[in-house]
Nanobody, 121 residues
Framework: QVQLVESGGGWVQPGGSLRLSCAAS????????MGWYRQVPGKQRELVAA???????NLADSVKGRFTISRDNAKNTVYLQMNSLKPEDTAVYYC???????????????WGQGTQVTVSS
């Protein structure tokens, strides 16, 4: 019923920038919190940044001052602007959203398919 499609990953040198996008589509009534997580092999998936429907945000300490999360409610899209990238930012980045579906009670949590970000020289 709902899909999250990510784009914008890739390879970048240390100090560079990338912008990730995640568009939600389907039978959506409303989208509450949206966020970005990342995961490296052998480690747990960790929250990078989240943004609520009202616009309040929270970011992991490791990315504060470098990453910015934003959303376009009209497009059901969340963005992650990543600046001053470091090799330790290398991971698969996943989009996540809490979505209310038309005709169904409550919220449902969805994940994107993931997009690889590689930071190396």
């Amino acid at each position: 019923q709902v899909q999250l499609v990510e784009s914008g990953g890739g390879w970048v040198q240390p100090g560079g920038s990338l912008r990730l996008s995640c568009a939600a589509s389907g039978n959506i009534f409303s989208i509450n919190a949206m966020g970005w997580y990342r995961q490296v092999p052998g480690k747990q998936r960790e929250l990078v940044a989240a943004i609520r429907s009202g616009g309040s945000t929270n970011l992991a300490d490791s990315v504060k001052g470098r990453f910015t999360i934003s959303r376009d409610n009209a497009k059901n899209t969340v963005y992650l602007q990543m600046n001053s990238l470091k090799p330790e930012d290398t991971a698969v980045y996943y989009c996540n959203a809490d979505i209310a579906i038309r005709g169904l009670p409550g919220n449902y949590n969805y994940w994107g398919q993931g997009t690889q970000v590689t930071v190396s020289s």
